[in-house]
């Protein structure tokens, strides 16, 4: 059977009310029980129906059905629905403004200028009642968050809040860190992409040396969409041709190169999230046919399971020179084997196939797993894995060194000293101090349908728990790791849905960008960004980079679109419902300073031909001090692929007195000495160095108003 068939029949399958991400169904179910024209009404079940709406993009009919609620003889009980219908009035004041009639600044926090809605009913509606809500209970804290947005998205915040709900300073500058404002140009440059959670890669998949973005969406309704970078400052849409359109669903996507022939491939994990048997789908291999198009491999490649998955991570784990892959499941415990999904470790064959080994290999992890990562923690030449997951635990994997296919790991999570309990999503390695030691980020994360809440808590100066936040341990150098999310500045209200890591300012140190909420309607919080200041700490410089999208995101990717030197950030929005589907941004960075820079793709012989693994030290002298900044080659966080080109910041340094590569596999070093910056250089394994002449793009960055077709596509 194909997979386009396959995952046809899984459709068909999904479109279930017991499917909880199947508001369609669950919707045609209610309506075929409740007569709306009875004199008896079913509340519970109308109310029902109005959520289901809400989740389907129907906002006005939500609304109406809560007002028919409030006024049904005999119900005393209108507080109850109170906070949905405020939300649905939120939304219908989005839907109206920042989806069909779109701009750059469009839900951007704090909310401003070409933000403010022209539409303002929805906004309007949801401020009365939300003021109900508090004269009953002033010490509701989601709706006084919402009550805020609301305010500010009418342009009346903070000047007419009441007093008594005011939370104040949240259009702050952030001090004395602040940056330079992005500006969303995604739409000017012909990435009109309206869609829910998922995933995305910025590479170039047709070798023009031009980064294009391929983008998935989580239900098995959304097709993926390949944007290819037209060398002109524009994007054209070639889903259609690429043979994208019949590949379906996809929470999360890397890019890998599985068969060593330089050509980026796809693999997309699915059924994420999805209990009772939902998320039982098959993921997919997807070769780069090179010329524009992709074959699916998955079957004939070995990897014929069917599993709900949001996340894997390609290495070369028993350094044979091809990559392998780990792949996290999620169980959701119990003995029900419809619910119980041990993790796998995939080996590549060097034929096009692979063999499962995670039972031999001593990783079988049978958690609820949401993000996976791999880095040479301990520095011995073998690539370690670390999982983050859902219940609480967390696992360092600690590769024992042995090759073929004897590969093997052993659990050093407690010697390390990773001991926190929340429940974790987003996570990677990286080097965030530069010491050559990678470090583990993890974000902390649940269901909590009132984010509001904290973020409320947070604005108003009162300590949070370490609940939602980013936890930061250092590499002790000795297989240990301390917990430095404190003193780093990274407890703050994050809820990270995906993230990514680069390098804004070009100072060598890398910088964090998160897509932030959950499924629910009422998750309003700001996509947040963290600014590295020297290696010692994160400060957020969300609201300066205008780039705290309050709609949900997820796939975010860090790349030098440009050719110019400076990493733009691409995040692909959209929550768990058709309804929550929103258009995803291209935010172009402005320069935040004259640093330089250097750009490196490397090409791997003995090692894997996309050199993933390899690391990078890059050497030179600043303000008269020498110093150095470590990559890893990876394509970087969780639920968001960067290139696998490493741009990589000097700050001031005019010469680069020494690149160091440690090539991933034979850990063989190659050096370079006394090279210029701010150049693109392809080197290979064998000693080869090309320079590349990229031309440097200009993209659009006024604001253009959303073509008819968008608009049509977004209702």
């Not at 915040?157 to 140009?185: C, E, R």
């Not at 499962?356 to 049978?366: D, G, L, S, T, Y």
Request: with cysteine; hydrophobic share 35%.
């Amino acid at each position: 059977m194909k997979m386009a068939d396959l995952l046809q029949q899984l459709r068909k399958r999904n479109y279930n009310q017991q499917n909880v991400f199947s508001s369609d169904a669950r919707l045609a179910a209610i309506d075929s029980t409740l007569k709306i024209d009875s004199p008896n009404y079913d509340v519970q079940l109308l109310s029902k129906k109005a959520l289901f709406e809400l989740q389907e993009g129907h906002e006005q009919k939500a609304v109406d059905i809560y007002t028919k609620i409030s006024k049904l003889p005999g119900y005393l009980s209108t507080v109850d629905i109170m906070p949905d219908q405020a939300i649905a009035y939120m939304r219908l004041g989005e839907r109206s403004n920042c989806m069909l009639n779109h701009n750059g600044a469009s839900c951007i926090f704090p909310i401003k200028g070409p933000g403010i809605h022209q539409l303002q009913t929805g906004s309007q509606k949801a401020i009365e009642t939300l003021e109900k809500i508090l004269k009953s209970n002033s010490h509701d804290l989601q709706s006084r968050w919402l009550l805020n947005i609301a305010y500010m998205t009418l342009g009346r915040y903070p000047s007419q809040v009441p007093a008594q709900y005011l939370i104040p300073n949240l259009n702050v500058d952030d001090g004395p860190y602040k940056v330079k404002p992005f500006t969303d140009v995604a739409a000017n440059v012909g990435i009109n992409l309206n869609s829910r959670a998922g995933g995305s890669i910025v590479d170039d998949f047709d070798g023009d040396g031009y980064l294009d973005i391929i983008t998935s969406g989580m239900d098995l309704q959304d097709h993926m969409h390949y944007f290819h970078n037209n060398r002109d400052g524009t994007f054209s849409d070639r889903t259609a041709q690429s043979g994208l359109q019949d590949m379906v669903g996809g929470l999360n996507i890397e890019q890998t190169d599985y068969n060593n022939d330089g050509r980026p491939d796809i693999f997309i994990m699915r059924g994420g999230w999805l209990r009772e048997g939902f998320g039982n789908q098959p993921s997919s291999l997807l070769k780069n046919n090179g010329n524009g198009t992709f074959t699916d491999v998955t079957f004939a490649a070995g990897l014929k399971f069917m599993e709900p998955t949001q996340t894997a991570v390609w290495a070369d784990f028993n350094n044979d020179g091809w990559l392998d892959i780990f792949i996290g499941m999620e169980s959701h415990g119990g003995t029900n084997c419809k619910n119980n999904h041990p993790s796998a470790l995939y080996v590549n064959n060097h034929n096009g196939t692979f063999t499962e080994m995670a039972q031999k290999a001593h990783c079988r992890i049978n958690d609820f797993v949401k993000g996976v990562t791999s880095a040479d923690y301990n520095n011995d030449g073998w690539p370690d894995i670390f999982v983050s997951t859902m219940s609480g635990r967390k696992y360092l994997l600690k590769n024992k060194g042995k090759g073929g296919k004897n590969v093997e790991f052993e659990d050093a999570t407690d010697k390390a000293g990773i001991n926190i309990k929340q429940n974790t999503f987003t996570t990677w390695f990286f080097d965030y101090d530069n010491d050559g030691w990678p470090d583990i980020l993890i974000g902390s994360y649940n269901f909590s349908n009132t984010l509001g809440y904290y973020a409320a808590l947070e604005a108003l100066g009162t300590p949070v728990a370490d609940d939602g936040n980013i936890f930061l341990f250092r590499n002790n150098r000795d297989g240990t790791f301390t917990n430095v999310t404190h003193n780093a500045g990274l407890d703050k209200v994050v809820f990270s849905m995906g993230g990514n890591f680069g390098d804004i300012d070009n100072d060598g140190y890398p910088d964090l960008y998160f897509g932030t909420g959950n499924p629910d309607f009422g998750s309003l919080i700001p996509n947040k960004l963290f600014r590295n200041i020297g290696g010692k700490k994160f400060a957020d410089v969300t609201s300066s980079s205008r780039t705290g999208n309050l709609q949900k995101g997820h796939g975010v990717s860090f790349a030098d679109f440009r050719n110019n030197g400076l990493q733009d950030i691409f995040i692909e929005m959209g929550g768990a419902y058709i309804g929550d589907a929103y258009k995803s941004a291209l935010y172009l960075n402005p320069g935040q300073n004259s640093n330089n820079w250097i750009c490196l793709k490397l090409v791997g012989v003995q090692s894997n031909r996309s050199a993933i693994g390899s690391r990078i030290k890059v050497t030179f002298t600043e303000n008269g001090a020498q110093r150095n900044v470590y990559r890893d080659v990876n394509s970087g966080g969780s639920f968001g692929s960067s290139p696998l080109r490493q741009e990589i910041g000097i700050g001031r340094a005019t010469i680069i007195d020494d690149i160091a590569i440690r090539w991933a596999g034979s850990s063989t070093v190659q050096q370079l000495h006394k090279v210029n910056p701010d150049q693109f250089l392809e080197i290979t394994e064998n000693g080869k160095i090309t320079a590349l002449h990229l031309k440097r793009l200009k993209f659009s960055t006024d604001m253009q108003p959303m073509s008819m077709a968008a608009m049509a596509e977004m209702k």
